[in-house]
């Protein structure tokens, strides 16, 4: 997986135009490589890779939000995007936990009486997955998943509104 994987999934779902958040979400893949990278052996070293992971899957559950949001989702998943963007100014794991922690609420009412068609269900479940990604490899094949359904959906099609045969 690389860096211009998570580009592509920005840019697909937020547009080509930088905003500030797309510029804080930009660097959080290279983030999380350049800490790999320069891992050594120690507690120090762990805590950036940990805190490095922690930003890219806030980064990704935000995208994946937006794209619910796009969807029509309702203003639980605006809260829940909006808490997953406070949470990304946190400086640690231990902040980002505490954040979110605060309004674990709203997680629970983002599923309730929600009304999802397909597609806004299958953005559900890789949320889901995202919160439950334990490592690069999974969080590597959940930006690939999240891509080709960014690529698929046709929620901001300026074509004609002709039924489709």
Known sequence: MSDSLYQDLL??????QPTDLTLQLSPLYFDLEK????ARPGRKSQEEVSFRFERLRLGLGITLLQLLTDLGGDEESLQ???LLKEALQAT?????DQIIQKKAHLFEELYTDLYVNADAEHVLALFEETLNASSKEETDDLLERTLDLAE???FQSDEDDAPQE
């Not at 840019?11 to 080509?16: A, H, I, N, R, S």
């Not at 800490?35 to 320069?38: F, H």
């Not at 640690?92 to 980002?96: H, K, P, R």
């Open 11 to 16: 840019q697909q779902v937020f547009g080509p």
């Open 35 to 38: 800490a790999l990278q320069e």
């Open 80 to 82: 829940v995007r909006d």
């Open 92 to 96: 640690s794991v231990q902040a980002i």
């Open 152 to 154: 698929d959906l046709e």
